[in-house]
């Protein structure tokens, strides 16, 4: 795994919105993997400015989320549908009908994972694919224990992500959903480039555990090691953990 060691946010969004931006210019319908959370935020406003000011054509561009919560109506400001629209989808102008988030809809969520691996795998596979970490070590929703060969499936959440995610809902567990829809780990690995970022001492020991620990479902994030391009793009704090 190739670790950057970044001065700021904005200098490893502009990594990855130079990488990203290079792919969309050599491959116009090509397919972004996107996850929502703080930690991209800094990428995706650096690849809508590159966009901008190099008038770079989008309208082809793909995308597949990583999550969304079950049960949560998709017109909800906190589901992931509504979030990717807001920071991903407007930003950069991309065409909402070819960005696509997991379907939380209780009905037809059993079926729903196979099915968006299916949609990831017709699309033609995940070129570039953003990844945030959680202090334990989860990406997506895979929290720790999650099968390293994981395809997209329905998952409990665990009370310490309903905790950390009751910030974007009035600060009340209550209305936290109790379960997701999420990428497996298995369907992560399946991208051909895999960008995560990390900032801030809070992440510095799962970034450790990730890069120089073992690979362990343990730490999901740890299944890094077994991809061919992956690059953990961090801050100084991020690292501090980093021998
Ligand atoms: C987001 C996601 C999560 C976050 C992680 C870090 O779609 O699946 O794994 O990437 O929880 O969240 P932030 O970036 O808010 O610290």
């Known amino acids: 795994t190739e670790v950057i060691i970044a001065k700021t946010?904005?200098?490893?969004?502009?990594?990855?919105a130079d990488c990203a931006a290079r792919l969309i210019q050599t491959k116009p319908d090509c397919v972004l993997g996107l996850a929502t959370g703080s930690s991209p935020l800094a990428a995706y406003r650096a690849l809508a400015a590159k966009v901008q000011d190099e008038g770079i054509d989008v309208l082809q561009v793909?995308?597949?989320?990583?999550d969304e919560y079950a049960g949560l109506d998709p017109a909800h400001p906190q589901s992931y549908r509504s979030t990717i629209e807001r920071t991903v989808v407007e930003p950069l102008g991309l065409d909402p009908?070819?960005?696509h988030v997991p379907n939380g809809d209780l009905k037809t969520i059993a079926e729903a994972g196979r099915q968006y691996d299916e949609a990831i795998k017709a699309a033609g596979g995940v070129d570039l694919q953003i990844l945030g970490i959680g202090t334990d070590g989860h990406i997506g929703f895979n929290?720790?224990?999650s099968s390293l060969a994981s395809g997209t499936r329905i998952k409990t959440l665990t009370e310490q992500t309903r905790i950390d995610n009751a910030r974007f809902f009035?600060?009340?567990?209550n209305q936290v959903p109790t379960h997701c829809i999420t990428q497996g780990i298995g369907t992560i690995l399946k991208a051909r480039q895999l960008i995560l970022l990390a900032f801030g001492a809070g992440k510095a020991e799962a970034v450790a555990e990730t890069v120089e620990g073992g690979i362990s479902s343990f730490c999901p994030a740890s299944a890094l090691q077994l991809h061919p391009h992956a690059t953990v793009i961090i801050d100084e704090a991020a690292a501090s953990r980093l021998r």
């Open 62 to 66: 793909r995308g597949f989320a990583l």
């Open 97 to 99: 009908a070819k960005v």
């Open 170 to 173: 009035d600060g009340d567990i």
């Open 143 to 145: 929290e720790p224990g």
């Open 9 to 16: 946010e904005d200098e490893a969004g502009r990594i990855y």
